[in-house]
Protein backbone atom coordinates (compact mmCIF):
# COMPACT_ATOMS: atom_id res chain seq x y z
CA UNK A 1 0.00 0.00 0.00
CA UNK A 2 1.60 3.24 -0.87
CA UNK A 3 -0.56 5.91 0.17
CA UNK A 4 0.06 9.36 -0.84
CA UNK A 5 3.18 9.26 -2.97
CA UNK A 6 4.48 13.15 -3.91
CA UNK A 7 7.02 13.51 -6.83
CA UNK A 8 9.68 15.07 -7.27
CA UNK A 9 11.59 15.24 -3.74
CA UNK A 10 14.07 17.71 -4.21
CA UNK A 11 13.85 20.51 -7.16
CA UNK A 12 15.69 23.74 -7.39
CA UNK A 13 14.19 26.62 -9.95
CA UNK A 14 15.59 29.64 -11.32
CA UNK A 15 12.82 32.91 -10.33
CA UNK A 16 10.20 32.74 -12.85
CA UNK A 17 10.40 29.38 -13.83
CA UNK A 18 7.15 27.19 -13.74
CA UNK A 19 6.81 23.50 -12.51
CA UNK A 20 4.32 20.89 -11.07
CA UNK A 21 4.58 19.06 -8.01
CA UNK A 22 3.07 15.70 -8.48
CA UNK A 23 0.68 13.94 -5.81
CA UNK A 24 -1.24 10.55 -6.07
CA UNK A 25 -3.12 8.43 -3.46
CA UNK A 26 -3.87 4.76 -3.78
CA UNK A 27 -6.90 4.63 -0.76
CA UNK A 28 -9.50 5.90 -2.72
CA UNK A 29 -9.64 9.55 -0.51
CA UNK A 30 -11.84 11.99 -1.76
CA UNK A 31 -10.10 14.61 0.14
CA UNK A 32 -6.57 15.95 -0.73
CA UNK A 33 -5.06 18.84 0.72
CA UNK A 34 -1.40 20.56 -0.40
CA UNK A 35 0.32 22.12 2.33
CA UNK A 36 3.59 23.98 2.72
CA UNK A 37 6.28 23.98 6.01
CA UNK A 38 9.08 26.69 6.19
CA UNK A 39 10.86 26.63 8.62
CA UNK A 40 9.43 27.79 12.52
CA UNK A 41 6.09 27.74 11.14
CA UNK A 42 3.19 25.14 11.57
CA UNK A 43 2.23 23.68 8.02
CA UNK A 44 0.23 26.24 5.60
CA UNK A 45 -2.69 24.70 3.75
CA UNK A 46 -2.35 26.39 -0.50
CA UNK A 47 -5.49 24.67 -1.82
CA UNK A 48 -7.33 21.51 -0.91
CA UNK A 49 -9.70 18.91 -2.73
CA UNK A 50 -13.25 17.47 -1.33
CA UNK A 51 -13.79 15.16 -4.69
CA UNK A 52 -12.54 15.28 -8.65
CA UNK A 53 -13.45 18.26 -10.38
CA UNK A 54 -13.44 19.88 -7.19
CA UNK A 55 -10.85 22.24 -5.47
CA UNK A 56 -10.76 25.25 -3.36
CA UNK A 57 -8.03 27.64 -1.76
CA UNK A 58 -6.57 27.61 1.55
CA UNK A 59 -4.87 30.02 3.25
CA UNK A 60 -2.27 30.44 1.06
CA UNK A 61 -2.85 30.01 -2.08
CA UNK A 62 -1.44 33.35 -4.07
CA UNK A 63 1.46 31.83 -7.04
CA UNK A 64 -0.22 28.38 -6.96
CA UNK A 65 -2.55 26.22 -8.94
CA UNK A 66 -4.41 23.07 -8.73
CA UNK A 67 -6.72 20.70 -10.25
CA UNK A 68 -8.00 17.39 -9.63
CA UNK A 69 -9.46 15.33 -12.69
CA UNK A 70 -9.13 12.23 -11.15
CA UNK A 71 -10.19 11.10 -7.91
CA UNK A 72 -6.14 9.79 -7.14
CA UNK A 73 -4.44 12.68 -8.43
CA UNK A 74 -3.86 16.59 -7.30
CA UNK A 75 -0.97 18.32 -8.68
CA UNK A 76 0.09 21.72 -7.61
CA UNK A 77 1.34 24.10 -10.07
CA UNK A 78 4.05 26.78 -9.31
CA UNK A 79 3.43 29.56 -11.81
CA UNK A 80 6.40 31.76 -12.26
CA UNK A 81 8.47 30.94 -9.23
CA UNK A 82 9.41 33.00 -6.51
CA UNK A 83 11.83 33.13 -3.40
CA UNK A 84 8.81 33.22 -1.40
CA UNK A 85 8.04 29.79 -2.74
CA UNK A 86 10.93 28.54 -1.62
CA UNK A 87 9.61 25.71 0.77
CA UNK A 88 8.73 22.36 1.69
CA UNK A 89 5.21 21.08 0.51
CA UNK A 90 3.31 18.61 1.72
CA UNK A 91 0.64 16.70 0.36
CA UNK A 92 -2.35 14.47 1.81
CA UNK A 93 -5.50 12.90 1.63
CA UNK A 94 -8.19 11.84 4.01
CA UNK A 95 -11.20 9.88 3.35
CA UNK A 96 -13.43 12.04 4.02
CA UNK A 97 -14.15 15.28 6.06
CA UNK A 98 -15.26 13.27 8.92
CA UNK A 99 -12.13 12.95 10.74
CA UNK A 100 -12.46 10.41 13.66
CA UNK A 101 -15.12 8.44 12.26
CA UNK A 102 -13.89 4.97 11.32
CA UNK A 103 -10.18 5.75 11.64
CA UNK A 104 -10.32 8.60 9.56
CA UNK A 105 -7.49 10.64 9.57
CA UNK A 106 -5.11 12.60 7.36
CA UNK A 107 -2.29 10.65 5.51
CA UNK A 108 1.19 12.85 4.68
CA UNK A 109 3.22 11.96 1.67
CA UNK A 110 6.79 12.33 2.17
CA UNK A 111 7.75 16.08 1.31
CA UNK A 112 8.77 17.70 -1.73
CA UNK A 113 11.72 20.27 -1.23
CA UNK A 114 12.05 23.19 -3.29
CA UNK A 115 14.49 25.99 -3.65
CA UNK A 116 13.76 29.16 -5.84
CA UNK A 117 16.95 30.63 -6.67
CA UNK B 1 -9.15 32.95 16.50
CA UNK B 2 -8.18 29.45 16.25
CA UNK B 3 -4.61 28.88 17.25
CA UNK B 4 -2.25 25.94 18.39
CA UNK B 5 0.53 27.31 20.42
CA UNK B 6 3.79 24.93 20.44
CA UNK B 7 5.59 26.81 23.59
CA UNK B 8 8.80 24.95 22.85
CA UNK B 9 10.55 25.22 19.64
CA UNK B 10 13.33 22.53 20.51
CA UNK B 11 14.04 20.37 23.62
CA UNK B 12 16.90 18.22 24.18
CA UNK B 13 16.63 15.03 26.59
CA UNK B 14 18.84 12.62 27.78
CA UNK B 15 18.14 9.27 26.52
CA UNK B 16 16.23 7.00 28.89
CA UNK B 17 14.79 10.41 30.37
CA UNK B 18 11.20 11.18 29.99
CA UNK B 19 9.60 13.63 28.15
CA UNK B 20 6.80 16.35 27.98
CA UNK B 21 6.01 18.54 24.72
CA UNK B 22 3.24 20.96 25.34
CA UNK B 23 0.25 22.14 23.25
CA UNK B 24 -1.93 24.49 24.18
CA UNK B 25 -5.11 25.56 22.02
CA UNK B 26 -7.23 28.12 21.39
CA UNK B 27 -10.62 26.63 19.37
CA UNK B 28 -13.78 27.58 19.48
CA UNK B 29 -15.59 24.33 18.69
CA UNK B 30 -15.01 20.84 20.16
CA UNK B 31 -11.37 20.01 19.36
CA UNK B 32 -10.37 17.18 17.68
CA UNK B 33 -6.63 16.92 18.48
CA UNK B 34 -3.97 15.20 17.13
CA UNK B 35 0.00 14.75 17.05
CA UNK B 36 2.18 14.11 14.57
CA UNK B 37 5.89 12.79 14.26
CA UNK B 38 8.43 14.21 11.42
CA UNK B 39 11.88 12.48 11.09
CA UNK B 40 13.83 13.94 9.18
CA UNK B 41 13.26 13.91 5.36
CA UNK B 42 10.13 12.56 6.19
CA UNK B 43 6.50 12.83 6.12
CA UNK B 44 4.19 13.34 9.08
CA UNK B 45 3.42 10.38 10.50
CA UNK B 46 0.18 10.08 12.95
CA UNK B 47 1.46 9.67 16.73
CA UNK B 48 -2.17 9.65 18.06
CA UNK B 49 -5.19 11.73 17.67
CA UNK B 50 -8.40 12.65 20.96
CA UNK B 51 -11.71 12.61 19.32
CA UNK B 52 -13.91 11.93 22.40
CA UNK B 53 -13.68 10.18 25.57
CA UNK B 54 -11.09 9.17 27.64
CA UNK B 55 -8.75 11.67 27.92
CA UNK B 56 -5.55 9.54 28.34
CA UNK B 57 -4.76 8.32 25.06
CA UNK B 58 -2.29 6.14 23.86
CA UNK B 59 -0.35 6.18 20.47
CA UNK B 60 2.20 4.24 18.61
CA UNK B 61 6.06 3.70 19.09
CA UNK B 62 5.08 3.74 23.26
CA UNK B 63 3.66 7.89 23.30
CA UNK B 64 0.75 8.94 25.37
CA UNK B 65 -1.13 12.43 25.45
CA UNK B 66 -3.56 13.62 27.95
CA UNK B 67 -6.35 16.11 26.88
CA UNK B 68 -7.10 18.90 29.78
CA UNK B 69 -10.07 20.71 28.53
CA UNK B 70 -9.47 23.00 31.37
CA UNK B 71 -6.07 24.40 30.33
CA UNK B 72 -6.94 23.96 26.65
CA UNK B 73 -3.65 21.52 26.19
CA UNK B 74 -3.12 18.71 24.76
CA UNK B 75 0.41 17.22 25.79
CA UNK B 76 2.59 14.46 25.07
CA UNK B 77 4.42 12.43 26.88
CA UNK B 78 6.74 9.19 26.67
CA UNK B 79 8.04 7.51 29.69
CA UNK B 80 11.84 6.49 28.35
CA UNK B 81 13.03 8.46 25.12
CA UNK B 82 14.65 6.35 23.01
CA UNK B 83 17.60 8.11 20.67
CA UNK B 84 15.23 7.10 17.68
CA UNK B 85 12.80 9.41 18.99
CA UNK B 86 14.55 12.46 17.56
CA UNK B 87 12.50 14.44 15.24
CA UNK B 88 10.22 17.35 15.15
CA UNK B 89 6.57 16.50 16.73
CA UNK B 90 3.80 18.96 15.35
CA UNK B 91 0.57 19.47 17.41
CA UNK B 92 -2.99 19.74 15.42
CA UNK B 93 -6.32 20.56 16.24
CA UNK B 94 -9.36 20.23 14.13
CA UNK B 95 -13.23 20.26 14.17
CA UNK B 96 -14.67 16.30 13.61
CA UNK B 97 -16.63 17.58 10.31
CA UNK B 98 -14.45 20.05 8.56
CA UNK B 99 -11.58 17.63 7.29
CA UNK B 100 -7.90 18.22 6.88
CA UNK B 101 -8.74 21.87 5.39
CA UNK B 102 -9.75 22.86 8.65
CA UNK B 103 -7.45 21.79 10.81
CA UNK B 104 -4.66 24.18 12.30
CA UNK B 105 -0.95 22.53 12.92
CA UNK B 106 1.44 24.20 15.32
CA UNK B 107 5.11 24.97 14.53
CA UNK B 108 6.71 22.50 15.97
CA UNK B 109 8.61 21.25 18.30
CA UNK B 110 12.38 19.82 17.96
CA UNK B 111 13.68 17.15 20.05
CA UNK B 112 17.22 16.44 20.60
CA UNK B 113 18.08 13.33 22.40
CA UNK B 114 21.56 13.17 23.50
CA UNK B 115 23.58 9.67 24.70
Known amino acids: NAGVTQTPKFRILKIGQSMTLQCTQD?????MYWYRQDPGMGLKLIYY???????DKGEVPNGYNVSRSTTEDFPLRLELAAPSQTSVYFCASSLDRFLGQAGNTIYFGEGSWLTVV | AQSVTQPDIHITVSEGASLELRCNYSYGATPYLFWYVQSPGQGLQLLLK??????LVQGIKGFEAEFKRSQSSFNLRKPSVHWSDAAEYFC?????????????FGAGTRLFVKA
Open chain 2, 92 to 104: AVGAGNTGGFKTI
Open chain 1, 27 to 31: MNHNY
Open chain 1, 49 to 55: SVGAGIT
Open chain 2, 50 to 55: YFSGDT
